[in-house]
């Protein structure tokens, strides 16, 4: 297994290519894969199943467990997720796509992590902070999330994880949590892994000029029938400035149109928009046709697919026995470090 590395090349940097495995996960939550998980994520998914070794991509059905309290709706959700990956491009013969439940391995790791994570690095946690800020009832699942995520992210002996800015808190606790193991049972069964953040898409800007997020209902979604993302886009919040006057370029239909233009279109776009005489509608109607057209092709692969659950199914099976195959000599290091099971010698 390649050593665990202690340098930390900075978030936007570029992974060299080197054997390294690439993890991520996505929770089956129900939504519609929006533009903020596709530019902040799985385009990344994507594009790293071609550049390295080993990528992982996997369905966080436990994880969904905090929210989803229905069984039917969890394996619809995890259905829709898989979908989603697999017309978005991910390809089971290039990375290993699996449902997280399938490796019941990864609660023993948590459960091992629990017992080096202090109180106070969860109790930092964004989500948790905000459901407590929000008054909500917070059960131990929400607090303990970071570490099942952490037990995800090390069980497989993972280098990078592609992930929106807002994981990032996850993953350097992720990092904490395999260092304080390692020192304590003076061992290196856990690699230290990285964040892997573009920094052009960290961040994609929801229709009212927030962080694009299901919860604050600000999203565009890449495979809503049209007339809803019509909607979605044509309700893009914009200031009132004049047809003929000057446009801030600043603003969240720029950004997002700019996600679907090459570097010459945006320069002559927001020349147009500084000259003045630029309509908001019209950049609208432009960003919904590009929307479409980018999206097509995935929209009709996952109506295809939809039609082969079984396949699907054969896929995931597929990925979690060679998840398992680098799985289990993690844990079976965790073990004996740890003095668990029966011993080796
Ligand atoms: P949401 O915030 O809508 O609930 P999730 O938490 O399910 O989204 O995020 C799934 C993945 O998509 C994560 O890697 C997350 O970082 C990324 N992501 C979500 N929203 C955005 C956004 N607005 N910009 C960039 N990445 C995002
Ligand atoms: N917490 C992630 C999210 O909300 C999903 C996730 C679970 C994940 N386990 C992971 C992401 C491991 C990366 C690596 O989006």
Avoid at 36 to 42: E, P, S
Avoid at 200 to 214: C, F, H, L, P, Q
Avoid at 288 to 315: C, G, N, Q, V, Y
Wanted: net charge negative; with cysteine.
């Amino acid at each position: 297994m390649p050593k665990p590395s202690d340098s930390r090349p900075g978030e936007s940097a570029k992974p060299p290519k080197r054997a390294l495995r690439v993890l991520s996960g996505t929770k089956p939550t129900g939504e519609n894969l929006h533009l903020g998980n596709y530019f902040g994520a799985l385009r990344q998914f994507v594009q790293l199943q071609d550049e390295h070794d080993t990528a992982l991509y996997f369905i966080a059905d436990y994880h969904s467990m905090t929210t989803v309290r229905n069984a039917e709706e969890r394996r619809r959700n995890t259905l829709a997720v898989a979908l989603d990956y697999l017309a978005a491009g991910l390809d089971p013969e290039r990375a290993i796509l699996f449902r997280q439940s399938d490796l019941p391995e990864v609660t023993e790791l948590t459960w091992i992590l629990t017992t080096v994570t202090p109180m106070g690095m969860l109790e930092r946690a964004h989500a948790y902070k905000a459901a407590m800020d929000k008054g909500e009832d917070v059960d131990h699942g929400l607090f303990t999330y970071p570490v099942l995520m952490a037990a995800d992210i090390l069980l497989y002996g993972s280098h990078l994880v592609p992930v929106g800015r807002d994981q990032k808190q996850h993953i350097e606790m992720a990092r904490d949590m395999a260092q304080r193991f390692n020192r304590i049972y003076e061992t290196d069964a856990l690699v230290l892994p990285e964040p892997y953040i573009l920094e052009a898409s960290a961040t994609v800007v929801g229709t009212d000029g927030r962080k694009m997020s299901k919860s604050y209902g600000n999203t565009i979604s890449m495979f809503a029938p049209k007339g809803r993302i019509k909607k979605a886009v044509m309700g893009i919040v914009t200031d009132s400035t004049p047809v003929e006057d000057p446009k801030d370029t600043s603003q969240a239909v720029f950004e997002l149109w700019s996600l679907f233009a090459t570097e010459a279109e945006r320069a002559e776009m927001f020349a147009r928009a500084e000259a003045g005489g630029l309509g908001y509608g019209e950049v609208k109607k432009d960003l919904l046709a590009r929307l479409m057209d980018h999206f097509e092709p995935m929209r009709a692969r996952r109506a295809e697919l939809e039609e082969k659950p079984e396949e699907i199914e054969a896929i995931l099976r597929r990925g979690a026995e060679r998840a398992r195959a680098l799985a289990t000599p993690v844990l079976e290091a965790c073990r004996e470090a740890a003095g668990l099971g029966v011993p080796r010698r």
